[in-house]
């Protein structure tokens, strides 16, 4: 276009420069000093022109891009004149460039223009926080950050809506830092928006400025576990135990330790409140965790019942908290290896790995029939694999071929791991029955793992050598 294209196109594409993100102007600046080798004519035109000063916008862009340092840098001399956001975008690039002499043109540049308008300081925010990992990033960030923290709000109110969450993370942080943010905004923030970051940090500069524990009220019961942690966390340091009694059943782990903390410093028991939840009709899954975090092997009892919650993650949470009560009753444990939900049936194979000597072998052979969802293979799977190592490498060899995807994938990375970290210390070779089966499931596995790690696998499992068919 800025060889071939009319002079209205030409304009168009210029704007179209101007508003693209940072993330495509560093893939177009790296991709232009590629093509520049395929047009040496165009490029001493180029040169050419630029001594002449006689280059339009669209031009001088390029220009800023070309692998000729010389020519980059006559390009930054002539963009350094130009306003529009194209030309700012080239000299942000620069500033970062690998010639001293290129560097430091775009940087003077540059210093004027961060001082001008709201909309260059956004542009160069979002381009300074893009190259901060370069080599020579850290000036343009230092630069901007300098600025954001001596503008009045007024100023800081474009770059908090700015479509860069790192450049309104920055500008969060220069607003909270100067107190420049009531508190109902700080709340609405902190409630409301999408990014975590500025949602804890605008908690945190909340509960700093709120004058009584009523103000954080909507905090604690924000759907952020983070922003829930911060305002809990200033309420219950006046002594308001019915807040810390209301988030005992907080799904997120950070916010019940806190509500636990708070009851022990009034000199009460957490796991009371939490066996009087657990009597209740289908308690809240935090309810079961927060017994399991509290309480004593004696609440076992308690907690067995809700093996059978009607929510999947009232079971996930019920077995965990077996785990952590030092009671993993396997009798009742193994029906969930078959259960709906996935995320059950890898905290039961979590509880279990520890009890595999008291496990059927066959049960959990029949875990990976092929009619049954994939999370209950898996779930086979895992377990078969973490006992004997030559059960380990039966599974590995049977599953190698598994039409499905995940299975077949850790079968293979799981036998070659074997192989290259563990197959040496082990000392203890394979039974009779399981040599045989050794056999046939390696020599079956040798079109797919091909003939050097058949020589080590035969190796490793006491049989012969033998040549390939």
């Not at 030309?87 to 210093?111: M, N, P």
């Not at 381009?127 to 901007?144: C, H, S, T, Y």
């Not at 908090?160 to 969450?165: G, K, Q, T, W």
């Not at 077996?322 to 194979?349: F, I, N």
């Amino acid at each position: 276009m800025a060889r071939d294209g009319e002079p209205g196109m030409r304009a168009a594409t210029v704007d179209a420069l101007g508003s693209a993100e940072t993330r495509w102007w560093l893939a177009v600046d790296g991709a232009l000093r590629k093509q520049w080798w395929s047009a040496p004519r165009w490029s001493r035109i180029l040169a050419a022109n630029l001594a002449d000063g006689e280059l339009e916008l669209l031009h001088l862009v390029i220009a800023g891009c070309h692998p000729d340092g010389r020519i980059r840098e006559a390009a930054v001399v002539h963009l350094a004149d130009q306003a529009h956001p194209a030309a700012l975008a080239v000299l942000a690039l620069r500033t970062v460039d690998w010639v001293a002499e290129v560097r430091q043109r775009a940087r003077s540049a540059v210093q004027g223009s961060l001082s001008s308008s709201q909309g260059s300081l956004a542009q160069l925010a979002e381009m300074a926080f893009a190259l901060r990992g370069r080599g020579e990033g850290a000036w343009l960030v230092e630069r901007v950050e300098g600025v954001l923290w001596d503008l009045p709000l007024d100023g800081l109110e474009p770059l908090l809506i700015a479509r860069d969450r790192r450049t309104r993370r920055a500008a969060y942080r220069a607003a909270t830092a100067g107190g420049l943010l009531s508190l109902r905004r700080l709340t609405t923030v902190a409630m409301k928006d999408d990014d975590l970051p500025i949602r804890a940090l605008c908690a945190r500069a909340a509960v700093e400025s709120a004058t009584s524990p009523a103000q954080l009220r909507g905090l604690v019961v924000s759907p952020t576990a983070l922003v829930r942690a911060e305002a809990l966390q200033a309420v219950t340091a006046v002594g308001d135990l019915e807040a810390a009694e209301a988030a005992l059943p907080d799904r997120h782990p950070l916010v019940r330790a806190i509500a636990q903390a708070a009851l022990r410093r009034s000199g009460a028991d957490p796991a009371e409140s939490y066996r009087l939840l657990a009597v209740g009709e289908s308690p809240v899954p935090g309810a079961i965790a927060g017994l399991g975090e509290t309480g004593e092997a004696e609440d076992a009892g308690l907690v067995r019942r809700w093996l059978a919650h009607p929510r999947s993650r009232g079971r996930v949470e019920a077995v965990r908290a077996l785990r952590r009560l030092s009671v993993t009753p396997s009798a009742e444990l193994v029906p969930l290896l078959r259960d709906e939900s996935g995320a059950v049936t890898r905290q039961v194979v979590v509880a279990l790995r520890h009890d595999l000597g008291i496990l059927d072998l066959g049960m959990l052979q029949a875990l990976l029939g092929p009619g049954n969802p994939p999370h209950v293979r898996f779930a086979g799977y895992r377990l078969l694999t973490a006992g004997n190592a030559w059960q380990r490498l039966i599974t590995n060899l049977r599953l190698i071929a598994d039409p499905d995807d995940r299975l077949r994938g850790s079968a293979r990375a799981d036998l070659t791991g074997w192989l290259d970290r563990q197959a040496a210390t082990t000392y203890h070779g394979p039974s009779r029955e399981r040599t045989a089966e050794l056999d046939k499931l390696i020599e079956r596995a040798r079109p797919i793992l091909g003939e050097h790690k058949v020589r080590l696998l035969r190796f490793h499992a006491g049989l012969p050598p033998q040549a390939a068919l």
